[in-house]
């Protein structure tokens, strides 16, 4: 994967998804189907909606987990105080 070659796929105003490469990312382009400029705006594009889905599911596997070690903590804490009673 060659990072200067990387493509984000940007729909235009009519929905037509853009092949654009990064370096025209935040340039006005004209969509070769409907002939309409719009503007490349990366958080238009699919990527960016992806990276948002992904780290939508990394902070909710980060609370499961905490929730987890809280748990497992607390019913550690029930344990130990009930063999010392
Ligand atoms: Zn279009």
């Known amino acids: 994967m060659n990072a200067h070659a990387k493509q984000y796929r940007i729909p235009c105003p009519s929905s037509h998804i853009?092949?654009?490469p990064a370096i025209l990312l935040n340039e006005e382009l004209i969509c070769p189907q409907c002939n309409v400029r719009f503007l490349a705006d990366f958080k238009d594009s699919l990527e960016y909606a992806e990276?948002?889905?992904?780290?939508?599911?990394?902070?909710?596997?980060?609370?499961?987990?905490?929730?987890?070690?809280?748990?497992?903590?607390?019913?550690?804490i029930a344990i130990v105080s009930q063999l010392f009673q």
Not at 56 to 76: D, E, P
């Open 18 to 20: 853009i092949s654009v």
């Open 51 to 76: 990276e948002q889905t992904e780290r939508a599911a990394y902070q909710w596997l980060v609370i499961a987990i905490s929730t987890a070690i809280v748990l497992v903590t607390a019913g550690l």
